[in-house]
């Protein structure tokens, strides 16, 4: 959530830097000036009549020792006056406050300075690439076909279990799943200074609103319903290990000498999909559940870019390690994500599409996520807290890896190449048909 206080004090500036994601959310910032100014306009009022109440109570104070009751009844009635009078205007005070605390809960994060300025995905420019994409002399599968071919992809049963955008996964794609998710875990937590945490994957929706999910995506959410009478309150299944992630330190404050926290945590994702309807509907790239490793960082303001540049390295070193040609791209100001201020996306290739996906996004939150959840630091002992940064990043999406494996290894027999890092794992080297 931007600071309320500064949105009053820098009404253009938020304005101008958030038209350079989009005129809409400009557009929202407009509806905040009225709020402003009323807000503005009652605590100064709001003051001035503290100010004559607290002159009438010490006028008071010494009437009363002396012998002018008349005078004294007449203080008493006008400081009744101005005590309700401070009661009404706080209670305007407080609903406007927050009118402009949900207002602002729906207003995205200011972008970076750094972030290129562009009108959408096409202005995201590359940063760098890494390998090359495999030179296949045949015409290659997509994933779906693949693993169908394999015997180890199954979308129709899925479907006769869950609906659309679920899969079952048989014998090596299973346990290439579980393979991808040890050896993200194990390169992360072993050689990238991450500590391994298992959340739980029903959160509350104050735990949502903390990474910013809440309220604005809450049509991209799944939630559960209560049969306990005595706790009624929905749970929300998570759409990625960032928001447990964040909020463990929600309403804490952590020395300087503890940061940057770096955690990783494996867990199911769960989104509805509900804006991308139509989109990626075969196959594994866009599902109801799906996998993923993430990494999530608690930095101070001086070292967040220099820390989102590390973390992103964290991330692209999976697919280093896997030998899958991918590059990076930086998102443009309109193409960022609700809460993030400067963002890297990591693309995989993809064969059979002739294309890159996108299979990680690291992220820098500057302190908008930190407002939300109450995290602070004390930059130095017995210093004031401040807010700190967060950023997340995936590290990596398993299913979109297991894709990327399944095409940029695919034989012309139809086998698929297991990747040297993951063979230990596995225990094969190639996966061929099973029954």
């Known amino acids: 959530m931007l600071d309320p206080r500064y949105v009053a004090e820098n009404l253009e500036d938020v304005r101008t830097a958030l038209a350079r994601r989009s005129g809409e959310t400009a557009a929202a910032v407009d509806a905040l000036a009225e709020l402003v100014a009323r807000r503005r306009s009652l605590v100064t009022e709001t003051e001035s009549l503290k100010a004559r109440r607290n002159a009438a109570n010490q006028e008071m104070s010494k009437l009363a020792k002396g012998p002018d009751k008349a005078s004294f009844a007449a203080r008493r009635e006008e400081l009744k006056t101005l005590s309700g009078q401070v009661k009404e205007l706080e209670e ?3 609903s406007v406050e927050g009118d402009l605390q949900e207002r602002l809960l729906g207003i995205p994060n200011l972008p970076h300075e750094t972030a290129p300025t562009g009108q959408g995905e ?21 994933h779906w076909d693949l693993g169908s071919d394999l015997g180890i992809l199954d979308f129709e049963r899925a479907a006769k279990l869950s609906g659309a955008r679920f899969a079952v996964l048989y014998g090596a794609a299973a346990k290439l799943e579980r393979s991808l998710i040890a050896f993200m875990l194990d390169l992360h ?52 290990a960032e928001v447990p992630l964040t909020n463990l330190h929600g309403d804490e404050i952590l020395e300087a000498e503890q940061l940057p926290l770096a955690y990783t945590a494996y867990t199911p994702c769960f989104r509805a999909e509900a804006g991308a309807y139509g989109k990626d509907t075969r196959g594994l790239i866009r599902q109801h559940q799906f996998d993923k490793v993430e990494l999530v960082r608690f930095v101070t303001p001086q070292s967040a870019i220099e820390q989102l540049e590390l973390l992103t390295s964290h991330a692209e070193e999976v697919l280093k390690r896997l030998k899958l040609h991918y590059r990076v791209v930086e998102l443009c100001t309109a193409d960022l994500g609700f809460s993030a201020a400067k963002t890297y996306d990591l693309e995989v290739w993809l064969p059979s599409q002739q294309a890159y996906r996108e299979i990680s996004s690291c992220s820098t939150c500057s302190d908008f996520q930190a407002r939300r959840a109450k995290i602070r630091y004390r930059p130095e002992p017995k210093a004031k807290p401040q807010l700190l940064h967060t950023q997340n990043g995936s590290g990596l999406a398993v299913g979109r890896t297991m894709i990327a494996i399944l095409e940029q290894y695919q034989q012309k027999d139809g086998s698929v190449i297991v990747p040297e890092v993951l063979r230990k794992y596995v225990g094969v080297d190639v996966l061929t048909p099973e029954r």
């Open 92 to 94: 305007q005070l407080a």
């Open 122 to 142: 096409a202005d995201n420019p590359v940063v760098r690439s890494w390998g090359e994409a495999p030179e296949l002399d045949f015409e290659p599968k997509a």
């Open 189 to 240: 937590t072993t050689e990238h200074g991450y500590r391994e945490v298992l959340p739980p994957f029903l959160v509350r929706g104050a735990t949502m609103q903390g990474t910013g999910q809440l309220p604005k995506f809450e049509e991209d959410l799944f939630k559960t319903q209560r049969s306990d009478p005595d706790d009624p309150g929905a749970l929300y299944l998570i759409p990625t």
